[in-house]
């Protein structure tokens, strides 16, 4: 992962205190170089299928990153102007126009992860030397759309360049994962993997989840409106997963809401499901009960499970029925773990087959419930900070609340969970320099001594992703 | 804003590190003397319409100053030797005795912004010489007492030495605004504007509801027995206070629910709150409707619509029926935001001429709900830390916690939020200090260069304010 | 509480900028060496009567302390191999095994406040003169149990070298207080003193709820079937406990809820209750009628109530079977605090004689709502940091949060509440230290002079107990 760092400096986001900044250098120099695990993302296992070049700065860089769009709009920009699709297919900007657009407002993101994450992805990995300005936004369009035409930079050359030992992708349960299959005999199978994702048959309030159990039914050939053989039918997915190198499942829910009931009320919950005549509550427990049969099957096949909680998902309708989901209307809320994983806990918490990384995007429940409990359960390990909290701030909050409670060894590493390719190393070298930053602070106090430092660091930044998601 | 600083320390609220505290200083000296912007307190209008000077230390400096008054009583200090009236009409201190009583235990406030407020107010613009203590106390009062006779602490001079450009007063939707009047064709005129504040109006648990729409009724020519009449009523009020100067309406509730209900739910509400019969959740309902309605009337006319959701208020009732309310029992509780906006937010989110300025106690919700709210929405931004988080803690916590999501743009700027007349130069210093140490952070680890900081700067002590408030 | 601090920094936790560094160790020495109140705690009272030697390193440092167990648990650490007993009397390691498996997996701690307290036990009050690893665990624990054979090592020794002048145990309502009846005469008399905490006998959930009411009677000659003579019973059985020279009472509740209920809907839950037919919202309100019934013996007999609310006990029902409580899944919870106390406090909250001393484990309700509580009713101050939150980020956090509101007078100082006898001089240094680095941030920015955050410091370390405590 070592890039030409371009006009970034070489010391941003360490300490500033000049003794703590000398030994954050040293931690951050024995872990920048190290190679990244991206064992959690949302990039295109297409891209690396076909090794196409990527088709120019605005594609890439700005029109499908949420993050930067909702920026632009809460200050009056309309997506329009930035390239976005409408669903009605009416006319939008055009790639050169839109990247003008995010150029002539780029100051909004001054001091914002995304700033950092844009000039590392210039600076370093495309080779602009000035940073983004409405003056130099012509010259740099034109200047990436040079490079993107080059070998080096088409995507299985720049994971080689990032320095990327294995990357998931996130993949719809009922995805045929031909991609990935493309990739068998290359250098890349089993390193672009799969993740199982099998949001769209496990939440009934979700668009088309009658029509997705019954695809479920067809590729399985499972009677999917019976519950053991829905479950059946998860169980020989996830397989056909496995094969292709993936480790880990991935489920998305608005509450960490899990359940243990019998087997006649898990009946009447998927017979309801299918008939579209679940309550909000009753919706809720069938999430509930798929988390801990999900649960149930990681014990069985090993497949590492992930679980983000929390968000409010597309909270503005009018944008939802002009361009669809991840527009940057997603919005956290409240979130609940002590009472609400105790069910699936109770059910498998023991068994040592289990391995269950948590996300929260409420940073109120680091130190008050998840760090005592993946300090507790065996099969728990917390996931970095998750969307919003993947900066400078959300990293050094997350560190000094769960730290102290859920010790280092329960941390899972850092995930870039990104479908911003050109991001990750940026993301990456981020959580370096605040992990080396937070652990100076530590050293400074007297708390840790430099070499248990620097093995926790390289722990952090490489070794804890691969032993918690089993690479 | 350019005061003797007296015995306050030139670096006071700065960082502390050498290197920092440079940037800090220099961040500092660009923006301390930026005019004032109060678009946001209790002032009296009394005050600036009749000029009149004050009538002593204690009645301007302790007796009605309720973050004073509470610390004081959780010491064992009674309201009654702090000349705190009584609605019995039971004999109180006098405001010597009072005063004394206050410098007897002024020490409780060592390290609160309260001691910042009045060591600012009394070194800065009183002149004292030296701090309050038991063995000053005498002297200082009659100091005060002398200057306070004198013109140049009239409160029109007071303003013009604070280089006030404009203030905004609070004003229940009934007033007939007499004071502001007055000051049409004085200097003052549309620069002390009042403020639109109907909650007497839209809680239908509030003491006097019925009787206030009633009057609302007489003012206006409504029925506003019916509730698109009384609706009208409010369109009708608010052009008054336009007229005057005004520019907002605030709005105080103890959540941030809102609703977008059917017109027969409406009327039924109303009809039920009219009479008295409204169970709690149906008072709930009402005040949410009447924010999304509000939001309407905020299209319509361009006011812009402040939020300050969550004070569970008057929680000491033997305190309420001894001396009233505001007497320092006003408790925060959680606040839940991103659910609970989302009627208003989905019926008049999309209109370029709603502006929606949001206030929390709830520090936890800055991080999960507002910072990525205000990313989005392009009506809403962020109002300053307030009330209990109007201090230095709280204001670092707040930039923190909302500038990776938010962004600078989608700040409010300051508002001191106070009826303290002799504290508004002292609380925008400390937000000024605030600001400047926070950015000298980002300066000092490279997130931000020193030009773009200091422009951030002073947008955050003034333009931002300008703008968010349409002065 | 001066020891040697073998190899221990002497600087550990303090703030690292060098100017900062300076202030802080002028603080921390003024404070190091002042005697230790232990007001809240949960050592053993036959340790005390007996004065027997402790019997070994694992037995005292390892199998009793569910913070170590619950860490290495979640690294897979089986408890049978620390040597913690089964409930079906299975074999267990024995001490030597214990240990060595706690050494083994010693690096765990890195960073932890386990490791400060181990360390601290081990090189400054064990003479141990290098830290624990596997190479040095055997000598180790040899060297230990010979010290702990010597008398300076003998419990009573401990509390003479520690500096203890008064230290608290935590006593069920219903013990007969044997050991510290044995007291009387000695030194220790009305220094080892009792704790009243009648959990047992508030909540209906709890197990043995019914026999405890029905012991409670024969104890106290009281019909415990009636409302009013069992409130009758804990008023004598407190006043045994003010014999022995208690000054508080404890109460640990998941949930802050108070009551103020008639008393024939109290003597309906009570026959409820013992017939075991209340529901879990019937529960809650009578443990919720009980703390305002116990504020009420505070008003009478003048102890301190300290409640304890928030954690979900016993989250891991199967090693609830294995090993019953206490073996670190207590996880805790969300916790409401301004609503839950109105009943509470607006029955007794005005009565000088109450003092109420409230904990936490839910840092988002410091200054959100226990800072503002306590900065306005006097009966009410703040615990110091609880629990997973007894760390130097704790109370980092918590000094931040709460002192601007609430003000320094308001806190209660420091309690260790531990089971673990050696690690008490340990806490109290990590809080001296956090205290000392605290307040030298405001020295630095000309907040507080040096004299009086002395006179803070000293106050945080000593004589807000003493004084929260009526000592």
Same mark, same amino acid.
């Given at each position: ?110 001091? =914002?992860?995304?700033?950092?994450? /844009? ?26 759309? &040079? ?5 080096? #930079? ?14 998931? =992708? =996130? ?41 997705? /159990? ?8 499972? &009677? ?6 829905? /479950? ?15 480790? !880990? ?45 999900? !649960?149930?099957?990681?014990?069985? &096949? ?32 409240? =979130? ?87 991001? /990750? ?12 930053? #937070? ?9 840790? &001594? ?22």
């Amino acid at each position: 992962m070592i890039l030409n760092d371009g006009f970034l400096h070489p010391d941003r986001l360490l300490p500033t205190e000049p003794g703590l900044r000398r030994i954050a250098r040293d931690l951050y120099e024995h872990i920048r170089a190290l190679p990244i695990l991206s064992p959690h993302g949302h990039t295109e296992p297409m891209w690396f299928a076909t090794d196409a070049p990527f088709t120019g700065a605005a594609n890439l860089l700005v029109t499908p990153d949420h993050y930067l769009l909702r920026m632009l709009r809460s200050q009056g920009v309309n997506y329009d102007a930035l390239g976005v699709p409408r669903l009605d297919g009416g006319p939008v900007a055009g790639p050169r126009d839109a990247w003008k657009t995010f150029a002539a407002h780029y100051h909004l993101f001054a001091g =914002t992860p995304s700033a950092l994450w /844009i000039d590392h992805a210039m600076g370093s990995v495309l080779g602009c030397s000035e940073r983004l300005t409405p003056d130099t936004a012509d010259a740099l369009f034109d200047h990436i759309t &040079d490079r993107l035409c080059r070998p080096e #930079f088409r995507p299985r050359a720049l994971l080689e360049r990032f320095g990327v030992e294995v990357i998931a =992708t =996130t993949d719809s349960a009922l995805d045929d994962l031909r991609h990935h299959a493309a990739l068998v005999g290359t250098t890349w199978e089993q390193r672009v993997v799969p993740t199982y994702r099998p949001d769209a048959l496990t939440d009934p309030e979700a668009s088309g989840f009658s029509a997705g /159990i019954t695809q479920l039914a067809k590729l399985t050939n499972c &009677d999917t409106a019976h519950w053991p053989e829905m /479950i059946e039918a998860h169980r020989r997915c996830r397989a056909v997963f496995r094969a292709l190198g993936a480790t !880990a499942t991935d489920h998305g829910t608005p509450s960490a809401a899990t359940a243990d009931l019998p087997p006649d009320k898990c009946q009447r919950l998927l017979t309801g499901a299918l008939a579209g005549q679940l309550t909000p509550a009753e919706a809720e427990q069938f999430r509930a009960q798929m988390l801990t049969e999900m !649960a149930g099957l990681s014990v069985e &096949d090993g497949m590492v499970m992930q679980l983000h909680a929390g968000p409010r998902r597309n909270t503005d309708r009018a944008m939802l029925a002009l361009r669809g989901p991840n527009m940057g209307a997603d919005i956290p809320q409240r =979130t609940e773990w002590s009472a609400a994983l105790e069910p699936l806990l109770n059910r498998y918490g023991q068994n040592p087959n289990l391995r269950l990384i948590l996300f929260t995007l409420d940073e109120g429940a680091y130190a008050r419930e998840l760090a005592p409990m993946a300090g507790y359960w065996p099969c728990l390990m917390l996931g970095p900070p998750w969307w919003f909290h993947d900066s400078p701030g959300g990293m050094r909050r997350y560190l000094e609340q769960v730290h102290e409670t859920a010790g280092f060894a329960n941390l899972a590493g850092f995930n870039d969970d990104t479908r911003a390719l050109l991001s /990750i190393p940026a993301r990456h070298d981020v959580w370096r320099r605040a992990v080396a930053g #937070f652990l100076a602070g530590l050293v400074a106090d007297h708390r840790l &001594d430099q070499t248990d430092a620097a093995s926790i660091a390289a722990d952090l930044s490489y070794g804890a992703a691969k032993r918690a998601y089993r690479l």
